[in-house]
Every structure is written in structure tokens, then in C-alpha cells.
């Protein structure tokens, strides 16, 4: 018996200490993969995904893509040192490619801040507010760790509390090896992790604030989660597959342009 309560207070200890906060929602969350474990994976696992894929070369497109996420980038920056998180920002490695891949309605954003965008999305991102939609809610997925948390809970249920903390120390190459997995990089790919709906929405959320206080309407969310909408197609995106339906998606956008547009500044 005291074993058994020894346990589940040590248990309970790690779930204290593991526990984080993400910024904007205030919500408390489960991360057990150290954040420098995590950011190093990341760029392994995102220099290998940009080495295996074909990058664009259409300059215009490439600096459409830098700006506007350099811009929401800094925007959650300035939120980081607003609200005394000034350790966090040296945490962040931006970085921002453009895939050539017509046929990939997507993007993702990896730990760390290692940003891909798909040239399939540009044409229904159609211009930079378009696009800093999407930049805005691939931010709000790193600023939120969210990649760290869905590790975290993949892993807590496979391997429990304990063991979790184990294989981390003793398997320098676990977190990385879950990294690819998320993200789905390399060629013995298991199961894709797909972002929680609890993500999808909260990514949504936090990008309007990101992106109107990088400067562009958050009201222009709202056209482009109906094109996304209407999109269809042979293979869902990341953007749709485990999103919210597009209808409840645009209602709770709706709700919160209130909260986002006290940050806009009309130019
Ligand atoms: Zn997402």
C-alpha cells in the first residue's frame, strides 16, 4: 500500500513539475520532452524533411512567405517579452521555407519554429492576409507547444510517467525519432499524430491575435477558412483531416474577432 501511494505521488509530482501554461489561452498542459531535447530534434528532423523535398524557386512567392512570417513571428515575440517569457524568445530558431508541391494543401510548423508552407496552399491563401492566416496558426502551434504536449501525451500513454522519463534519459535519439514520426518525415514513417481538435482551435485563436498584431484584418480569417472550406478534394489536408468542421470552425473565429481586432491597428 505505501508503495502504491509512493508511487502515485511520484507520478503526481512529475505531472506538477512537467505542467506548463500556453500563452494567450492561459491553458495548462503536459510536457515532458525537455524543451532543448525537443528544439535540437526539430531542426534534425527539418533539415532532413528539406533535404528530401523540392524547395520553390520562385522568388516572389519565397518572399511573400519570409515576410509575412518574419512579421507574425515577431509579433509573437513581442507578446513572449511582453508577458515575461523573454527566456522563451532565445528558444525560437524561425525559419521559413516554401515547398514546391502543387498538390499539398498544408503547412507545418515543427518545434522551434521551423516553418514549411506548401505551394498548394498559396492559392487559396490568394494574398498576404491569406497567407498570414496561415503563418499565424503554424506560429500559434510552436508558440503553444503543442508539438511538445502531443508527444507528450502519445508518449504517456504508451510508456506511463516513469518509464517516459527513462526512455528520454537513456535514448538520446527518442525525441527526435518522434519528431519524424509527427511530422511525418523519412521513409519508415509510423503513425502520423494528428494535432487534437483542442489544438486546431486554440492554434486558430492565438494566430488571430498573432496575426493582428503583426498588423493584417484577422477579419480576412473568415473568407479564407470558407475557401479552405470549399475545397474538397482527394486527400484532406492537415488544415481540414482533424480540423474542426469548417462551419463551427468560422463561428468560433467569429466569436473572437472581437478580442483580436482590439489589437489591429487599420493602416
Ligand atoms: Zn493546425
Known amino acids: 500500500m505505501f508503495k502504491v501511494r509512493f508511487l502515485a505521488f511520484l507520478i503526481s509530482m512529475m505531472l506538477f513539475v512537467s505542467c506548463s501554461t500556453v500563452p494567450i489561452t492561459g491553458r495548462k498542459q ?3 520532452i525537455p524543451q532543448n531535447q525537443l528544439i535540437t530534434s526539430s531542426i534534425d528532423a527539418y533539415n532532413q524533411l528539406l533535404s528530401q523535398s523540392k ?20 509579433s509573437a515575440e513581442q507578446f513572449m517579452r511582453e508577458n515575461g517569457m523573454e527566456k522563451e524568445v532565445e528558444t525560437y530558431h524561425w525559419e521559413f521555407n516554401l515547398i514546391e508541391d502543387d498538390k499539398t494543401v498544408n503547412a507545418f510548423c515543427m518545434p522551434g519554429g521551423k516553418i514549411a508552407v506548401y505551394t498548394g496552399i498559396l492559392p487559396v491563401t490568394q494574398d498576404e492576409n491569406g497567407l498570414a492566416v496561415v503563418m499565424g496558426h503554424e506560429v500559434a502551434h510552436a508558440l503553444a507547444n503543442h508539438g511538445g504536449e502531443r508527444m507528450s501525451q502519445v508518449m504517456l500513454a504508451q ?8 526512455a528520454l534519459s537513456s535514448q ?4 527526435k525519432d518522434l519528431i519524424m514520426q509527427a511530422y511525418g518525415v523519412g521513409a519508415n514513417v509510423g503513425v502520423l499524430l494528428p494535432y487534437s481538435r483542442r489544438h486546431e482551435s486554440e492554434a486558430d ?3 488571430l491575435i ?10 480576412t480569417a473568415i473568407p479564407f477558412w470558407q475557401r479552405m472550406g470549399n475545397l474538397g478534394g482527394e ?7 482533424t480540423h474542426p468542421a469548417p462551419e463551427k470552425r468560422v463561428e468560433d473565429i467569429r466569436n473572437e474577432l472581437p478580442e483580436a481586432l482590439k489589437y489591429y491597428k487599420e493602416p
Do not use: C, W
Not at 55 to 74: C, H, P, R
Not at 159 to 166: E, I, M, P, R
Not at 210 to 219: F, N, Q, S
Open 235 to 241: 486527400r484532406p489536408p492537415e488544415f481540414l483531416s
Open 55 to 74: 524547395l520553390s524557386n520562385d522568388s516572389t512567392k519565397k518572399q511573400m512567405v519570409a515576410e509575412v512570417g518574419a512579421k507574425i513571428a515577431s
Open 210 to 219: 498573432l496575426m493582428a498584431r503583426a498588423g493584417y484584418d484577422p477579419r
Open 30 to 32: 503536459i510536457s515532458f
Open 172 to 175: 538520446p535519439g527518442l525525441a
Open 205 to 207: 485563436h492565438i494566430g
Open 159 to 166: 510508456l506511463g510517467a516513469t518509464s517516459l522519463s527513462v
